[in-house]
């Protein structure tokens, strides 16, 4: 898809996103959304694009960092829990609980039957979360093995992504088929009527991009809000207001 052909299409999708936005904040309704996926699969990516136009007290991205030792001592979903939409919002999850089925399960970071107690739980977990009100949206993004390494030399070559690779990127590269794995198990546990997986196809990025937001839109019931048209006020006079003399410091014109 050629760029240009793809900011038409977002510019359109926005538009109905920051529409659904209006009707969240108007409705208090609540609304999270989980993205997952491979390293490279283009998480980020899309939640940029969903968040660009849309406002960011409405829209909260969240991303936590590894757990703290306390943290570690708590119940799993617990660190997860503070950070569901209230009313009026909407979250996305730039990878969420499902670490532990995920990365923590392929890297180690937790014991087998830790992962299967999560497996076996997180039906019960999520099925509480929707019958508070919540509408939970999870999403998979699939990625090639070709596309996977394609995306980590970009990152390797070039400079201005290199900050995006880190060791634990090349050691999902090289166990691919223990993610694979651990995917499968993760979608047997958890995908069900209630709460379903939604798999987005991301080996074209921007259509990936696209068929996401569309899709995302179509689940959440939002109505156009009208509004009254905005007029801009007449300014005050000026009175006896004199510019300043004062030597800002102004940036040079380097363009």
């Known amino acids: 898809m050629k760029r240009t052909e793809f900011e038409r299409e977002l510019e359109t999708l926005q538009i109905e996103l920051v529409k ?70 909407i979250v996305l999850f730039d990878r969420s609980w499902y670490n532990r089925a995920g990365v923590e399960r392929v890297m180690g970071f937790a014991t087998e039957k830790q992962v299967e107690t999560f497996l076996q739980y997180t039906p019960f977990v999520e099925r509480a979360i929707i019958a508070s009100g919540i509408i939970l949206v999870k999403y998979w993004l699939e990625e090639t093995m070709a596309d996977q390494t394609e995306r980590f030399e970009e990152r390797i070559n070039d400079y201005r992504k290199i900050w995006k690779l880190s060791p634990m990127d090349l050691e999902s590269h090289r166990r691919w088929y223990d993610y694979s794995r651990a995917r499968d198990a993760m979608f047997a546990a958890t995908d069900t009527d209630e709460s379903p997986w939604y798999v987005v196809d991301s080996h074209d990025q921007r259509r990936g991009r696209l068929n996401c937001i569309a899709h995302l839109l179509s689940l959440i019931p939002y109505e156009e809000i009208q509004r009254t048209k905005v007029k801009l006020p007449k300014r005050q006079p000026k009175g006896d207001y004199v510019e300043p003399e004062h030597p800002f410091r102004r940036i040079p014109n380097r363009y």
């Open 20 to 89: 659904m936005q209006e009707w969240v904040k108007a409705t208090g309704a609540k609304v999270c959304v989980l993205f997952e996926g491979r390293d490279a699969a283009g998480k980020g990516g899309i939640i940029k694009r969903i968040t660009e136009r849309t406002s960011p007290r409405v829209f909260r991205v969240v991303a936590l960092p590894s757990p703290t030792e306390r943290e570690k001592t708590q119940m799993y979903f617990q660190r997860y829990m503070p950070h569901l939409p209230a009313a009026g919002e």
